[in-house]
């Protein structure tokens, strides 16, 4: 198994492929992608909801069942989770646009989260949302949705801040590859309903659990215009 001084020796050499160049291309489609796992199981339930941009609506799923022997180490949580979340996104036929997963981007000592990790593996559009922040400083937001600050690091802007919901903690947003920091805050922007958690990563922990629960199936499966919930 990866020794972290392995692990970080991996952070440090992906970093330097790391892409935060504009979009190119027009988003049809966004995925979120988000795993399910108890601290001490080895245990993966990994998914990721294709929705349609920007009227997010759920379009198909992909669903995997996997294991990691990879233990919990805040800052490298890629190495335990990205495996099974490739296998995931292996099975999408047609690949989406951009991928916002439910953790950070470069919002990474090594600017190495789980969306630039998996961003710069797979050379797909990626960004981070996450619920915590592994570095940086910043000052709180205003207190209504859609105001956001600047989350710095070392005197580099690395991400925003972003009050999602009215009086609700905020969200960290940040580019994972192929994107820039402004394309990260606007494609979140745009994710943003009446939840905390932007769309696409809502979906994918709420279809994640319902796989976890075995209320959906492994694999992957596209939804046709009949809703599911």
């Known amino acids: 198994m990866l020794t972290i001084t392995e692990a970080t ?6 970093r330097e492929q790391l892409n935060l160049k504009p ?27 294709i929705l349609s941009f920007p009227d997010l609506q759920p379009v198909a799923y992909s669903l995997v069942k996997s294991s990691t022997t990879f233990p919990y180490v805040p800052g490298f949580l890629a190495f335990r989770e990205i495996p099974s979340l490739l296998k995931v996104y292996e099975q999408i036929p047609v690949k989406p646009d951009v991928i916002m997963f439910d953790g950070n981007g470069i919002i990474h000592t090594r600017r190495m989260g789980i969306a630039s990790h998996f961003g710069v ?15 940086g400083q910043y000052e709180d937001p205003g207190e209504n949705r859609g105001e956001y600050s600047l989350l710095t690091d070392k005197g580099e802007t690395i991400g925003y801040v972003l009050r999602s919901k ?17 394309d ?14 932007p769309e696409p990563t809502r979906k994918a922990h709420e279809f994640v659990n319902l796989f976890r ?4 199936k492994e694999g992957y499966h596209e939804i046709g215009s009949l809703q599911l919930f």
């Open 166 to 182: 009215n009086n609700v903690k905020p969200v960290f947003i940040s580019p994972g590859h192929n994107m820039s920091l402004d």
């Open 184 to 197: 990260s805050l606007n494609i979140a922007m745009k994710c943003i309903n009446k939840y905390r958690l």
């Open 23 to 49: 979009l190119q291309s027009p988003i049809r489609t966004i995925a979120g992608a988000d795993i399910s796992l108890s601290l001490y199981s080895e245990t993966v339930y990994a998914g990721m909801v």
């Open 213 to 216: 629960t075995g209320e959906l």
């Open 121 to 135: 593996l797979t050379d797909s559009v990626t960004m981070g949302c996450a619920k915590k922040k592994l570095t």
């Open 9 to 14: 020796l991996i952070q440090k050499n992906l």
